[in-house]
C-alpha cells in the first residue's frame, strides 16, 4: 500500500500563507500525478492543482495565480504553496495521488489536513 501524508495545515488570517506538503511512502511505486483536492463545510470535494510527472500543472480557477504546486521527486513529496488566502478557502485539503504499486494504478488519498482562513 502507498501512504499519503500531509501536513501544514492550520489557522491563518486572510492575505496569509500556508504550504502543505504530502509526502507519499511505501515500496515499488511510480508516481503519474500528485496533487490536491479541497472540500469546505458543506461542500463537494473539488481540486484545487495537480501536477503531473513531467511537469504540467493543473489548477481550479479560484487558485489560479495564487496557488503553485510542486513536486521534489527524489522525496516523492508534493507541495502546495498557498497565498493571498481568503475565507472561501477554508476547508479540509486532501492529498491525491494517482499511483502504480505491483502492476496496480490506483488513487490514493491522504487522511485530510484541516486549513481555516479567518477573516
Known amino acids: 500500500q502507498v501512504q499519503l501524508v500531509e501536513s501544514g495545515g492550520g489557522l491563518v488570517q486572510a492575505g496569509g500563507s500556508l504550504r502543505l506538503s504530502c509526502a507519499a511512502s511505501?515500496?515499488?511505486?511510480?508516481?503519474?500525478?500528485m496533487g490536491w483536492y479541497r472540500q469546505g463545510p458543506g461542500k463537494q470535494r473539488e481540486l484545487v492543482a495537480l501536477?503531473?510527472?513531467?511537469?504540467?500543472?493543473r489548477y481550479s480557477d479560484s487558485a489560479k495565480g495564487r496557488f503553485t504546486i510542486s513536486r521534489d521527486n527524489a522525496k516523492d513529496t508534493d507541495y502546495l504553496v498557498m497565498n493571498s488566502l481568503k475565507p472561501e478557502d477554508t476547508g479540509v485539503y486532501y492529498c491525491?495521488?494517482?499511483?502504480?504499486?505491483?502492476?496496480?494504478?490506483?488513487?490514493?488519498w491522504g487522511q485530510g489536513t484541516p486549513v481555516t482562513v479567518s477573516s
Open positions: 491525491y495521488g494517482d499511483i502504480t504499486m505491483d502492476g496496480v494504478r490506483r488513487r490514493y
Open positions: 511505501g515500496s515499488s511505486f511510480s508516481i503519474h500525478a
Open positions: 501536477i503531473i510527472t513531467g511537469g504540467s500543472t
